[in-house]
């Protein structure tokens, strides 16, 4: 065995002494402490992670994770939400630097069905908090997870009760505003039987600090309940990001999952979702618009423990400049998962020669009856069809746009929901110039 | 009018057109005739402004525009269309959201205001009832999922729309059974008009019984080896190409 010492960078050190000096006034009652200290003791022993250990083998956050940021206060909070939201008639939570915006929240007028408890209050007074914390897949060992366990501030418990149909969007806001800090939201989210609820997952910021936002999101999806949930991921151009998202998934139950991946120096979307009913479906999706330096992961992993389930993953990155795009994908097929159908897509279009895509897409079967794809395609493009439209009097720059658009099309167009298709549309011309 | 003055093309080193001289003037269809290898297509993409040849002499000049400067856009916008032998499938672009972008764009570039959606509508479902293009094709992504027979339509219906100056048809009648080619041909034959160039490219007389030409040219080996009338066309069905070829080698 080896037992010689692992060397720490000085953010890890750094780490070390800011949860030291914080342990005692972070929120949380002698049990939630125990299990502050639980997480951040297993975090320590592995560090952060980087291009030895295979999960994260494309995205160093030793070498990315520069140095450790204070855990900012609520700032002055903001003047105008709907500069930093969606801009759709959303019931609206707003973290501002990781603290609840009370003013720009609509807590106080939920419809009928909704039940929200904030992380801070049931850090301190509820008793089920333990039982739902880290509730949802138990066994992953993830460090990103263990830090915010250890540091987390503020978030929501979010319930949708049994039967209950919420038409409108439910958004979470994620805010930075001010000088590079810190944060570490949570949310847990419960939907009952046979409900159904849309999400909006948001995070952008104010100005241009080099912050660092490491959020964490459960889910735990009832039988027959629905959920549509969309991450829009635009963070500021100098912000390290990592958010995971963990996801179980009742019998007769569906997930539509889309991350939406705009911004951020160095991101990472990481997903976990696993089925323990029968008959369900999960559609994870997405979309990565990479220009600049930046360096984007999306990493999932898609648990078939059950038999008789549908996952589809589909995600395709459009790349410009210097910036890296990638992709890894796992579905794993459990021994009993028979009648198990997944079917995983990559697929990425470079628009510079520096661009570059990292593609691993993966099947892990224990199973003998399933049918299970996936496939992974990297190109450029196609000069026939840019000749095709320029020669019916579009210009060069517009049918570059079109082709765009073309390439994504197909995933965006499959969230179904016309407002948000809108929303992505709109913001993906923007980022293309158009 | 298009002049085409000693023009001499190359692909990776290799020489395709060597020579063509072409004039058509308005009003006039002409067409283009000769064997597999001949350079009909090479001089229809270059003529549409296609980048991937060398062009190492000679000079297109269209209604005084020098076309070797112009890009492909640029072209379409100043009237020239061609009607290609294999129209591309785009997937993920609506057909009539590409259909009113290029209508838009080229109208655009000659300084001419952007036309309304009812009456671009109302412009496109005439042109397609005259050309028997389905409301379910015009749904689709364009030319994603249409028979042969319905991309040349298709490619008809655009020409129709754009009202292009200079038409340039390659091999519009290949792949298409009796009943399509007379509906292609009508088409044509409609926009035949004292402003208009029309040039036929193909290798059989067959659509030349509904496109009447003009002049009748014969391209062997990247040359224009003969021009005649439209009886020209009819000797070659009867005698082949290669007596022609064979006296000009």
């Known amino acids: 065995m080896n037992t010689m010492e692992r060397i720490r960078t000085s953010a890890e050190t750094d780490l070390v002494e800011q949860f030291g000096s914080l342990r005692n006034t972070l929120t949380g009652g002698a049990d939630i402490s125990k299990l502050r200290e639980k997480a951040f003791d297993a975090f320590n022993s592995i560090g952060l992670p980087h291009r030895r250990i295979e999960a994260w083998h494309y995205t160093d956050l030793k070498a990315g994770w520069k140095g450790v940021l204070p855990i900012a206060g609520p700032g002055d909070g903001l003047t105008d939400v709907n500069a930093v939201s969606s801009g759709l008639a959303s019931i609206k939570i707003v973290l501002v630097n990781g603290c609840l915006d009370k003013q720009n929240s609509d807590l106080a007028s939920l419809p009928a069905g909704i039940a929200i408890r904030l992380l801070s209050e049931a850090l301190v007074e509820n008793a089920d908090t333990l039982d739902r914390l880290g509730s949802i897949a138990p066994d992953l060992k993830d460090p990103l997870i263990d830090l915010n366990t250890a540091f987390m501030g503020e978030g929501v418990f979010l319930d949708i009760a049994d039967d209950a149909k919420i038409k409108q969007p439910i958004e979470i806001v994620h805010v930075t505003v001010g000088e590079a800090t810190s944060s570490y939201p949570r949310h847990f989210v419960a939907i009952g039987k046979n409900a159904e609820a849309t999400f909006i997952e948001n995070h952008v910021c104010k100005g241009n600090a080099a912050y660092q ?162 496939g992974s395609t990297t190109g450029q493009i196609d000069e026939d069809l840019l000749f095709y439209l320029r020669s019916r009097g579009i210009p060069e720059a517009e049918a570059r746009t079109m082709l765009v658009l073309a390439f994504l099309s197909e995933t965006i167009e499959e969230i179904g929901d016309e407002e948000i298709i809108a929303v992505l549309e709109e913001r993906t011309r923007d980022w293309l110039g158009a | 009018m298009l002049e085409i003055k000693n023009l001499h093309a190359a692909v990776d080193g290799n020489e395709i057109l060597r020579g063509i001289n072409l004039t058509v003037n308005p009003g006039e269809v002409h067409a283009i005739m000769g064997p597999n290898g001949s350079g009909k297509s090479t001089l229809s993409y270059i003529l549409a402004g296609k980048e991937d040849y060398e062009i190492s002499e000679g000079s297109i000049t269209y209604n005084g525009d020098n076309f070797l400067e112009l890009s492909a856009d640029e072209r379409a916008a100043a009237g020239m269309f061609l009607a290609f032998q294999y129209p591309i499938e785009i997937p993920g672009v609506a057909t009539m959201t590409f259909l009113k972008t290029a209508l838009n764009a080229q109208r655009k570039a000659r300084g001419e205001g952007e036309i309304s959606t009812p009456d671009f509508m109302k412009l496109v479902r005439e042109k397609a009832k005259d050309l028997n293009v389905t409301s379910d094709m015009l749904k689709r992504p364009l030319n994603v999922g249409f028979s042969g027979g319905e991309k040349k339509r298709a490619e008809i219906l655009q020409m129709s729309l754009f009202q292009p100056t200079l038409c340039v048809l390659d091999e519009t009648d290949s792949g298409l059974d009796i009943d399509a080619l007379r509906i292609v041909s009508d088409g044509v034959n409609k926009l035949r008009g004292p402003d208009r160039s029309i040039v036929v490219i193909t290798h059989y007389q067959r659509l030349l019984d509904h496109i009447v030409p003009d002049v009748v040219h014969v391209l062997s080996a990247g040359r224009i080896v003969k021009t005649g009338g439209k009886e020209l066309a009819l000797e070659l069905e009867k005698n082949g190409y290669a007596d022609i070829v064979g006296q000009a080698a």
């Open chain 1, 213 to 374: 936002s490491n959020s964490v999101i459960e889910l735990k999806l009832g039988d027959g309940a629905t959920a549509h949930w969309v991450k829009m991921q635009d963070e500021g151009e100098n912000a390290v990001h990592v958010g995971t998202f963990k996801a179980d998934i009742g019998a007769e139950a569906e997930l539509n999952h889309f991350t939406f991946t705009k911004g951020g120096a160095l991101t990472r979307t990481q997903l976990f979702v696993s089925f323990s009913g029968e008959h369900s479906k999960a559609n994870l999706r997405g979309t990565s618009l990479l220009n600049g330096k930046t360096h984007s992961d999306i990493t999932l992993v898609m648990d078939h423990a059950v038999p008789n389930c549908d996952s589809r993953e589909l995600y395709k990155s459009v790349i410009d400049d210097n910036a890296h795009s990638v992709f890894q994908g796992n579905i794993i097929v459990k021994p009993d998962a028979q009648k198990t159908d997944g079917q995983m897509m990559v697929q990425s279009l470079l628009l510079s020669d520096d661009a570059a895509m990292s593609s691993k897409p993966e099947l892990e079967i224990f199973a003998d009856d399933v049918q299970c794809a996936h």
